[in-house]
């Protein structure tokens, strides 16, 4: 029951984000400081995501060398900058993970 | 200059060339959607509900984020709460396509916007754009062979993870594909000083908050790091 909740007010808030400037087009304008913040949203909420799953996989701090994902991470970084691929960054990053927890 | 092309193409070309342009885009988002499906069921999330959040959500990362937060079963306004805060953005694309739809009739403009994915976004402005001015005629044609395109490649790719979430074995640490996709969303973004500042102040304190129950670290760490970048980029 209450994931069914979520989807349905997860799916109108995401509805009304969608449909808001296109409904209120004539009659208010996005203030640019609004403009400005709105624009950081993805970097903001990807990077706290990326580093919990890298730095803390099971909701624990790991920075030791065992934990192989922060080198997963390092490697996909460099294709993702480099080749703007998304199928290819998850592919290294998941090889990568692979054989390193086999090395381990 | 560029040169007003009068656009006289009817609304079923426009919607054929819509479809065509998603085409492409389609290889990043099958993979995404297979990925949310299998990550879904691991999440305790039952079939039918991962399908049914692709069709009402419609928006892949905030799926993403709900799924982990209804696997450690945060309260449901704080899921839904997340869920907007990461779909803020749409704001932004109403905004940049809403000048192109004021001529259609209302039921275009509630309709279309259940469509405005990032992706169909992507293509469908930069379609309008090449346009000097705006075209009164069957534009909202590709907009919505577009949206249909990636509306029913995200369903089919949802069904696909779903039914691969029961066969692929959980040693196979596929739930840090999600990293993996962020990073590949990320990384190539960080180009100015804001963001970058927002992804590195979001990464630190996400960690050191990684703590707090029900995921909240991901909302203290999204709204720290909107203050930093946006204050630092400010000067």
Known sequence: ?104 | MTQAIPNSRPFIEEFWRGFRAELPLLLGVMPFGMIYGVLALTAGISPAQAQAMSALVFAGSSQFIATQLIAVNAPIYLTVFTILVVNLRHILYSASIAPYLQHLPPIWKVFLPYLLTDEAYAVTIAEFQKHSEVSPTAAHGFFLGAGLTLWGSWQASTAIGVFLGTVVPQNWSLDFTLALTFIAIVVPTLKDRAIVTAAVVASLVAVLAVGLPYKLSLIVAAFCALLAGYFIGER
Do not use: D, H
Not at chain 1, 27 to 36: D, S, V
Not at chain 1, 68 to 92: C, E, H, P
């Open chain 1, 1 to 104: 029951m209450t994931i069914w909740l979520i989807i349905l007010f997860g799916g109108i808030t995401t509805y009304l984000t969608r449909l808001s400037m296109i409904l209120l087009f004539s009659r208010w304008k996005i203030p640019a400081w609004l403009q400005r913040a709105l624009r950081l949203v993805p970097a903001a909420v990807f990077s706290a995501i990326i580093a919990q799953e890298v730095f803390a996989p099971s909701g624990k701090l790991n920075l030791s060398l065992n934990n192989a994902r922060i080198l997963a991470a390092i490697f996909a970084s460099g294709v993702a900058w480099k080749t703007r691929n998304v199928l290819l960054t998850i592919l290294i990053g998941m090889v990568t993970l692979w054989v390193f927890n086999w090395l381990m």
